[in-house]
């Protein structure tokens, strides 16, 4: 396991088994009042965060997600070439991506 320059594969496998984590501590506790479900859902984002800086557009890119059943709306990562099982390294709402992203990576990153 690469700690400063992980590979795509490390990158998705671990927001794929963050995400799962931070939806079962939802699930435990109330959403929005757990320091854990902040902390899950913050390092989901940072995940995805480096995902994007490290390997966008040629492997991964943002894409509105128009199906996904939201209060906000969500851009989905997705992988150009599946990894394992996964097509996808889950959604990112866009005012996070905004928040977190300079105007100049959007531009890059989004794929309409």
């Known amino acids: 396991m690469e700690l400063v320059n992980p590979s795509i594969e ?13 939806k079962e501590a939802k699930d435990l506790f109330e ?3 757990s320091p854990l479900v ?12 480096q995902l994007l800086r490290n ?13 996904a059943e939201s209060d906000e709306t969500l851009y989905g990562l997705q992988l150009v070439k599946a990894i394992g099982s ?14 977190n992203l300079s105007s100049q ?8």
Not at 10 to 22: P, R
Not at 89 to 96: E, I, K, N, S, Y
Request: no cysteine; proline share 3%; hydrophobic share 50%.
């Open 86 to 99: 996964w097509r996808d390294a889950a959604h990112l709402p866009v005012r996070v991506a905004q928040e």
């Open 31 to 33: 959403e929005t009042a």
């Open 38 to 49: 902040n902390s899950l859902r913050d390092l989901k984002t940072r995940l995805q965060i």
């Open 55 to 67: 390997y966008a557009p040629e492997w991964v890119f943002l894409i509105e997600d128009t199906q």
């Open 105 to 112: 990576e959007l531009e890059v990153f989004i794929k309409s």
């Open 10 to 22: 490390q990158l998705v496998t671990e927001i794929i088994a963050v995400n799962h984590a931070w």
